[in-house]
């Protein structure tokens, strides 16, 4: 790290414009004059060494890049064998990681060519959990570019072929976790989820993904795109598999300013309960959209009378301000992307642990290759700068008022049923396309997360399982519980998956 160099009076008055401030003459001057005094505070503190709550792990472990051979879902971007030989819930499982989830020693991309070389240097708490409950991490999982994306076409390593059919996609942004899965290449998947990127590909491949509750798992030692709506959870091919992973995973680590209070409990030993003890809420708005697929809403459809017949109770549920729900996400998605990119990917004002050698690479990266970000992120790096310049932030904060009130509609329903239920996906996976547009790219991208996105800005969980197909492609049906339990969340697609054994 170089020394920090005083500012001149140029670099005052330039970097005072950014924030509409005009400095007379004698005021850069002056404020030259003062600086380096300041910045002596600052050369004291690069003198410091800050402990490691993160506890650092080996650099050397192995790892290479898997051939075509080896990986035809183009699934990993890493393989590797870490181990603790522990004992524990997750003793004999191979968990395969997101590609924006920190493993010490081992390359982390982002599915992006902007952090090609960048290699952390500590492990993420999910990694350090997932290690001491006996899993073996075998792998860095593909993903969408900068995780901004549902589609699964936009990695800089290339696409994700849908394990049910290579013709379509896998969907995004954790392509490669559901992708994983799916082949068995792994038994469980750790990604990420802003607007549905853990449901969205465990819909369109045919497994189980799970958003926890908002700040359930930490994020420590995760790239995130908002403070506000960043969760973690875990893919698998069974609901007992995903409640196992959530068991060892979940909890407050201290260092992630997006927990606080957080109540655990034994998820596995809770799908225990029968079906008849079940109510379920049929969301009148979670179907028919204007993107919605008839197979999709009839084979859902279908899969709850199944579940009906095995003695639960189905409710039909009206929240008319779920409709409005992709409205609000985006008005706090936008600006929050945007602000989070220009705080170095991790962002400002929070309490808690902060990466400095991933804002360093972050940093750098934008400034000296921003333009390799993909359109997805071009285009809201845009638009949320715009917003917040010419709107002073008003739409993200009604945005964010708003969301309470949306929490506060789906809590009322809630409070009638155990779980609402409705298509995790309006349609089942895209077809992949050789050269898609610009403008396909950012159409494809979105148009499918008009039932995921309203959890993330409420923070409710969600459980996304397998419910059948519709013209040989896998639908998702997706539960979503009260905040924090998460456990009824499970039940029912432990319920679901019994019903159709």
């Known amino acids: 790290m170089k020394d920090i160099e005083p500012p001149a009076p140029d670099d005052l008055e330039r970097y005072a414009a950014v924030h509409h401030i005009k400095l007379t003459e004698t005021e850069r001057e002056e404020f030259a004059a003062v600086a380096p005094g300041l910045l002596e505070a600052y050369e004291r503190l690069e003198e410091i060494e800050s402990s490691a709550p993160i506890v650092p792990a080996h650099a050397d472990r192995a790892n290479n890049v898997p051939t075509e051979d080896d990986d035809p879902l183009n699934a990993f ?34 599915g992006s060519a902007l952090f090609s070389g960048y290699v952390p240097s500590t492990d993420a708490t999910i990694a350090t959990r997932l290690l001491k409950e006996g899993a073996t991490i ?42 994983a899965v799916v082949s068995g290449d ?178 750098q990266a934008r400034r000296e290759r921003a333009n390799e970000f993909p359109p997805t992120v071009k285009f809201v790096v845009a638009l949320g700068e715009y917003l917040t310049e010419e709107y002073h932030g008003r739409y993200y904060a009604k945005a964010q008022n708003l969301s309470r009130d949306l929490a ?25 396309l050789e050269n898609p547009s610009r403008l396909q790219i950012l159409e494809r991208a979105v148009n499918m997360l008009a039932n995921t996105s309203p959890f993330d800005v409420t923070g409710h969980p969600a459980l996304s399982v397998p419910a059948g197909t519709s013209e040989g492609l896998p639908v998702g049906l997706m539960f979503v519980g009260e905040v924090f339990d998460d456990a009824t969340v499970l039940q029912a697609g432990d319920a679901f998956e019994r019903c159709r054994a």
């Not at 049929?282 to 008839?294: C, I, M, Q």
């Not at 004002?349 to 991933?358: A, I, K, P």
């Not at 009638?416 to 996906?425: K, R």
């Open 138 to 179: 075998t792998g860095k999982l593909n993903m969408e570019n900068m995780a901004f994306s549902g589609s699964g076409e936009m990695s800089a390593h290339g696409p994700v072929p849908n394990p049910r059919d290579p013709e379509y996609l896998a969907g995004g942004s954790s392509s490669g976790s559901a992708a």
């Open 186 to 363: 792994v038994d469980i998947a750790i990604g990420t989820d802003q607007a549905g990127s853990v449901r969205i590909p465990a819909s369109w491949s045919g497994c189980v993904g799970h958003k926890p509750t908002y700040g359930l798992v930490p994020y420590t030692g995760i790239v995130g795109l908002g403070r506000s709506f960043d969760h973690a959870g875990p893919l698998a091919r069974s609901v007992t598999d995903c409640a196992r992973t959530l068991e060892a995973i979940a909890g407050a680590d201290g260092l992630d300013p997006r927990q606080g209070a957080v109540p655990t409990e034994s998820y596995s030993k809770a799908l225990t309960s029968d079906p008849a003890d079940l109510t379920i809420g049929v969301l009148k708005e979670g179907f028919d959209h204007a993107e919605s697929e008839a197979g999709v809403d009839e084979t859902v459809t279908a899969a709850l009378e199944d579940l009906a017949d095995t003695g639960a109770k189905l409710r039909d549920i009206s929240v008319p301000m779920h409709r409005d729900g992709l409205a609000i996400w985006n008005g706090i998605a936008n600006e929050e992307t945007a602000a989070t990119i220009a705080g170095e990917g991790i962002g400002h004002f929070g309490n808690g642990y902060y990466d400095t050698e991933l804002m360093a690479a972050f940093g």
């Open 408 to 432: 506060t509609s789906y809590n009322a329903a809630l409070a009638e049923v155990d779980v609402l239920a409705m298509p995790t996906t309006p349609q089942t996976a895209h077809k992949r």
């Open 77 to 110: 971007v890493r393989r590797c064998s870490v181990s603790k030989n522990e004992s524990g819930l997750l003793e004999g499982y191979d968990v395969g990681l997101k590609d924006s989830i920190s493993l010490a020693g081992i390359e982390m991309t982002c």
